[in-house]
């Protein structure tokens, strides 16, 4: 049984692969419990994995939209619905309404959250304005008699679309149970971190999008 | 400080029979809950393969009861052609995915990997609960299928489009079956995402202290490794899964092309690429096939170390060349599509990186035989396993560098030659991964020891099996006796009859082999030999802990690690070994300077 807690000897190796885990600040009991608050949580590496995860999957569409356009002349242009330029917009101070608020949150005194949580309802209304938007554009389409399934090109601009508003309808999520915990004081600031940081890659996965939509169709 | 009673809740022990066993978030119960999935579908996927050879080498063999399961598909129990490739369908599909992909890696890896790297648990408890519970969600949704419209769908493991795309009237099968089988995968998908995420942060934030990376254990590294290819990987065929279920339901036209005639009807899709779905398929198939062998190469590494009581000639090599597998395994997947019309000068292209993936493989094999070359193995169960893993990894890799070859692809690629290189390199392989790691580890698992004599009349049966089945396949292959058919009337193939007849005899043989697994299985977890903490006298940090492990595996302390991970074959306290946490100063052998 692990009972020993010892410094273990530094060797040469482990100077130089960093010391080995995140683990560095474990208490001199190596308490399990008081190390978990003391650790960085999981979830900011978790994020940039997830956040990896969802780019590979919109590069493989992108690429699918590529080949499909090149595959045969059936391919069909139509002008973008306007309302999705004033939803950029609208995504993109939705962001800076988030980070305002992550500014704004202070750990050290948690008990003060108001400025903070103000701002998280701003971004959680843009955020829902931006899908409420998403949906307008999807309608607008469908009136011109564009649907899923009448060209390559909708069907595309139907799959990125939605694709991208559910990823935003799990941040809009996200931003609900940071509101839950800033409430109850107790918001980790990773946690606020972490769906700040999901929720500005939205942000720049729309921009993206809306590049390839512009370009392609 | 404010939520600390918050984390400690989280981690403490369930109380309630349906928290501790059911919806567990404890990652030991959830890496069983994985093996035992696995092991169902290991099961009904030998079956299926029992059934096609059966038909195979006797086209006319009623089998009682068929007519049970499908009374189309097997009218008085004689397999329709169409039913037999709803049958090897099926049984690529839950081979490969809830097999090969659950056991070696979701299974064990969640079981050990937060052991062997000395954390309580994985980093996010409650994803890992749900990445299992959507796998067996999608388990159930490819299973229904055989219950449901026309049968399984029959389109292969692969699905290619525009077979798998343009519905019912495509055969048999290919309406509900078909949607059921892309909507399954696509939730496979997502259970595999959020285990890979969760592999990837416990390895690289839950270390122990003192346990630098290069300290893992080879089978935590090949976990991490898997999970960085499956990260990637079942994020493209997610995507594609998606496409494909639109074509099928939405009437979409993504991988069915224009005028396309299927039963004498012309489709109402236009302008699609069947080929898209080839490429987004294989970007994410050839990867799959690093998922199931890399898991197994950690394992059988892990084993053969402990079994040769000495460190492998190289613990760095066998790091660099794991990830360099797993780097290239993502420039390859075009050789699965030469004969798909590809320019053979794109040819070209995938066939170079699939030669030059050959070089990782092969100084890793060299290792292992380098390595035990003049030990003092200790034969046990585990060790056979470990060494037959070895000799089918050999024996099916040297037909891919064949099959590597465009010019020689285009004649064997829709032979019994592939199908048995793939069944030997990557099938058999990783299922012995799978059993060595499962006499290994079962101590710990279930704290009582597996019997020994029957897991080594296992390892025989199934060694000779195996390749008693597979080897006349590459025979088979070169002969030019095409694969997928169903019945082998045409002339030039009858004289070949005999060896199919040979193979099917064997299947039946070695299928039967198997229930000595399982009853081994089920009588040692009930009446097996109690284990003790350390019974292979092996070093890594699962072997510090009780068996079976406690809740939060470490008795809520962290161990400190101060050795590398395989400190074999040196003078100490314990023996010819040194456990990882053990504060003992030794003399390693890099430190013994008169060695080298």
Request: contains cysteine; aromatic residues 14%.
């Amino acid at each position: 049984m692990a009972t020993t807690v010892h410094e273990p000897p530094r060797t040469e190796e482990e100077v130089r692969s960093g010391g080995g885990g995140f683990h560095d600040l474990v208490p001199a009991d190596g308490n399990l419990r008081a190390l978990r608050d003391h650790s960085p949580e999981p979830s900011r590496t978790g994020i940039w994995v997830g956040l990896a995860a969802i780019t590979m999957s919109f590069a493989a569409l992108t690429s699918a939209l590529i080949v499909r356009q090149g595959a045969a002349p059936d391919w069909r242009h139509f002008t973008l619905p306007r309302i999705l330029y004033l939803n950029t917009l609208v995504l993109l101070i939705s962001s800076v309404s988030l980070e305002v608020s992550r500014r704004r949150f202070a750990p050290t005194s948690p008990r003060e959250i108001k400025p903070s949580a103000r701002w998280l309802y701003a971004t959680l209304f843009l955020g829902m304005a931006f899908v409420t938007g998403q949906y307008v554009a999807w309608r607008q389409l469908a009136s011109e008699g564009l649907f899923l399934a009448t060209n390559p090109s909708s069907s595309f601009f139907y799959v990125f679309t939605v694709l991208h508003a559910l990823h935003v309808l799990g941040g809009l999520a996200g931003l609900m149970y940071v509101i839950r915990r800033l409430k109850r004081f107790a918001l980790r600031p990773s946690t606020l971190d972490v769906t700040s940081y999901y929720w500005h890659f939205m942000d720049v996965l729309w921009l993206y999008l809306l590049l390839v939509l512009l370009i392609r169709l | 400080m404010h939520d600390m009673p918050q984390a400690i809740k989280e981690h403490a022990p369930a109380q309630t029979f349906i928290r501790k066993y059911v919806f567990s978030v404890d990652h030991k119960v959830i890496g069983k809950q994985y093996f035992g999935l696995a092991l169902v579908a290991v099961f009904i996927g030998m079956a299926l393969s029992w059934l096609m050879r059966l038909h195979l080498a006797w086209p006319n063999l009623h089998i009682p009861g068929l007519q049970w399961l499908s009374s189309s598909g097997a009218p008085n129990g004689v397999i329709t052609p169409e039913y037999y490739l709803s049958l090897m369908t099926m049984h690529g599909t839950l081979m490969i995915f809830f097999v090969l992909t659950n056991a070696p890696f979701a299974g064990f890896g969640n079981y050990f990997l937060p052991i062997q790297i000395g954390a309580e648990d994985m980093a996010f408890p409650r994803f890992n609960m749900m990445s299992f519970w959507v796998t067996l969600v999608a388990f159930c949704v490819l299973m229904s299928a055989f219950f449901v419209g026309d049968g399984p769908p029959l389109a292969g493991w692969t699905s290619y489009a525009p077979l798998s795309a343009v519905g019912g009237s495509a055969g048999p099968g290919e309406g509900t079956g078909q949607t059921l089988w892309a909507i399954s995968i696509a939730i496979f998908c997502i259970g595999q995402l959020l285990g890979s995420l969760n592999f990837i942060s416990t390895t690289l934030d839950l270390r122990t202290r003192g346990m630098t990376l290069m300290r893992m254990p080879l089978s935590t590294w090949a976990w991490f490794i898997t999970s960085c290819i499956g990260l990637l990987a079942f994020a493209v065929l997610l995507p594609a899964c998606l496409l494909l279920v639109l074509d099928r339901i939405a009437g979409t036209s993504f991988f069915v092309p224009s005028n396309l005639v299927i039963s004498d009807q012309v489709q109402t899709h236009s302008g699609g690429s069947p080929l898209l779905w080839q490429h987004l398929f294989w970007f994410f198939g050839h990867p799959e096939v690093y998922i199931a062998i890399v898991p197994a190469m950690g394992i059988v590494s892990h084993i053969l170390v402990n079994s040769m009581r000495r460190p492998l000639l190289s613990h760095r090599v066998v790091i660099y060349s794991l990830i360099s597998i797993g780097f290239l395994s993502y420039m390859v997947w075009g050789h699965h599509m030469f004969v798909s019309g590809m320019s053979p000068f794109s040819a070209l292209m995938f066939s170079f990186p699939t030669l030059i993936i050959t070089i990782p493989s092969t100084i890793i094999t060299l290792i292992w035989i380098g390595s035990l070359y003049g030990s003092k193995l200790r034969i046990t169960a585990a060790s056979l396993f470990a060494l037959g893993f070895i000799s089918l990894f050999v024996s099916g890799g040297v037909s891919g560098f064949f099959l590597a070859q465009p010019s020689i692809d285009i004649y064997l690629h829709a032979t019994y030659f592939v199908v048995g290189h793939f069944h030997l390199v990557m099938g058999v392989a990783s299922i012995f991964g799978i059993f060595a790691g499962t006499y290994f580890w079962f101590p710990k698992m279930f704290g009582r020891t597996m019997n020994e004599g029957l897991g080594k009349l296992h390892f025989w049966l199934t060694f000779v099996g195996a390749y008693c089945i597979f080897m006349p396949f590459h025979y088979l292959g070169l002969a030019g006796n095409v694969r997928r058919y169903s019945a082998f009337v045409e002339d030039y193939l009858q004289p070949l009859l005999p060896v199919h007849k040979f193979i099917s005899i064997a299947a039946l043989i070695t299928g039967a082999a198997q229930l000595i697994f399982l009853y081994n299985l089920v009588y040692s977890r009930f009446r097996g030999k109690p284990a003790t903490e350390n019974p292979w006298e092996a070093t890594s940090l699962e072997w510090s802990i009780p068996s079976p492990p406690p809740f939060d595996n470490f008795g809520g302390k962290h161990p400190v690690v101060y050795h590398d991970p395989y400190q074999y074959g040196i003078a100490s306290s314990t023996g010819d070994y040194v456990m990882q946490n053990s504060p003992e100063q030794i003399q390693t052998v890099r430190d013994d300077k008169s060695l080298t």
